[in-house]
């Protein structure tokens, strides 16, 4: 049972990538899912969340109208597409995923992926 997150990579300033945060041994869309990032020297940060009722969506101010988040259940995924980045996106990414709870400031969760780097270069 584990969840891994996946698709980080280098990219210039108003690229894009697609982050993965697929589930193994669990079915995904019975849990919420949100994404955090950590850079370093800095505290980890909710990115986005995908909730488990109604598939409701959060956002953090700084990744509003360029972070999507969205599941692909028959691939038991959730994805984090991430457009215009910015240089102060670089950080690793971790995706966490519950069967109760979900939110950007919640910590507890029942899995957390291994982290995916991002890096913005400008």
């Known amino acids: 049972v584990q969840l891994q997150a996946s698709g980080g990579g280098l990219v210039q300033a108003g690229g894009s990538l697609r982050l993965a945060c697929t589930a193994s041994?669990?079915?995904?869309?019975?849990?919420?899912v949100c994404w955090f990032r950590q850079a370093p020297g800095k505290e980890r940060e909710g990115v986005s969340c995908?909730?488990?009722?109604?598939?409701?969506?959060h956002y953090a101010d700084s990744v509003k109208g360029r972070f999507t988040i969205f599941r692909d259940n028959a691939k038991n995924t959730v994805y984090l597409q991430t457009n215009s980045l910015k240089p102060e996106d670089t950080a690793i990414y971790y995706c966490a995923a519950d069967r109760v709870s979900v939110g950007l400031w919640q910590h507890e969760y029942d899995y957390w992926g291994q982290g995916t780097q991002v890096t913005v270069s400008s």
């Open positions: 041994g669990f079915t995904l869309d019975y849990y919420g």
């Open positions: 995908i909730y488990l009722s109604g598939g409701n969506t």
